[in-house]
């Protein structure tokens, strides 16, 4: 049987709940996924030759790593070629393509013209982020929160710059650039003084969105995080912070999937944050009893979060971009696998019977809305994403392994 016979089996099935197949398909095209470029070269970059540190660490040394701009570039290239749909690339600061020796206060566009360009020729949007770890200025492990104003201003810089170089993304690219603020800011052990730290984030802050920038070209989004590696005990970017700071200043808040306690689950904080700031940014990520970024696979977490978007159409509020980084296995199966899982459960969201299932529960009426939540996991919404890739001439299952296995013998694992 052929993609499309199939295809067309799983469309009558669909419809007798009342959905159309072919709407949803229409639907999935206007979905945006930012591929996080530092899965390809476990998040080293190519500015410094740094180890990773700020409280994250990748695991495994599978080989294959890029370890060129060029490398990495090829691989993503790769990887867009399994997927199907519309996509960004979201790069750090640490991937500035120059030979300058330049520290990270001092870019500015015209290190990341290369990317702009390559960009443009792949048809992909473009996200940013400052990199505010893995540089010998984090190593107290404070860097925008820091007590030494020398060592503030160098990062509050280094953020300012990365705002420019997002409206330049935004400006050349025709899609906004959504720059994300993540510092590592914390400590190991019980703080004395909860509060300054928060005070200095606070200005810092406030400095860095000093200059106004139009949101049709940068959108400036900032992360929270409950703790990381050897910051346990205290980080000055909680959730209430970043809670209260994106909400008062009317800024988009980013939520990553690993930030918070284990059984604390992002998909229902997703309707509700969106009462109070403007945009949301994601950070889909896996983890595995603690913020271990491994990579996003469709379980019963992912399809909530797609349904979260979907069934109040809070996607078009949202910037939906991945965060893991598994150097445990081939690189560009990490990044197809995840990326394949977040758009599975995003079409799998618009394959329910929403209008159905809102009524019935309007109704009071939960065996039916139970009933048909079981149901609707026997449904072949699989054989529905085939098509999707078909459509857009991408490769299905085995056939898309077949070909990253092909790209490994002949390229990444000659490095
Ligand atoms: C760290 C944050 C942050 C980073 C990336 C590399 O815990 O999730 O988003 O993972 O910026
Ligand atoms: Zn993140």
Redesign the pocket.
Known sequence: MSTKQAYELAKAEYAKYGVDTDKALEAMEKVVISL?C?QGDD?RGFLFNDELS???QTTGNYPGRARTIQELRNDLEKVLSLLPGHFKVNL?AIYADTKEKIDLDQLEPKHFASWVEWAKKNHVGLDF?P?C?SHPKASSGFTLSSNDPEIRKFWIEHCKRSRKIGEYFGRELGEPCVT?I?V?DGMKDTPIDRLAPRKRLMESLDEILEEKIDPKYNIDSV?S?LF?IGVESYTTGSNEFYMGYATSRQISL?L?S??FHPTEVISDKIPTVLLYVPHLLL?V?RPVRW?S?HVVVLDDELNEIARSLVRNNLIEKTSIGL???DASINRIAAWVIGVRATLTAILKAYLDPIDYLMKVENEGNYTDRLFLQERLKQLPYGVVFDYYCEKHGVKIGQDALDEIHKYEKEVTSRR
Request: avoid cysteine; aromatic fraction near 18%.
């Open positions: 996080h530092w998040v700020g409280g994250i750090h982020n990199t770890f994300n993540w590592p992360e995080k990381g980013t990553d690993g930030h950070h990520s913020d970024d965060d893991y980084f």
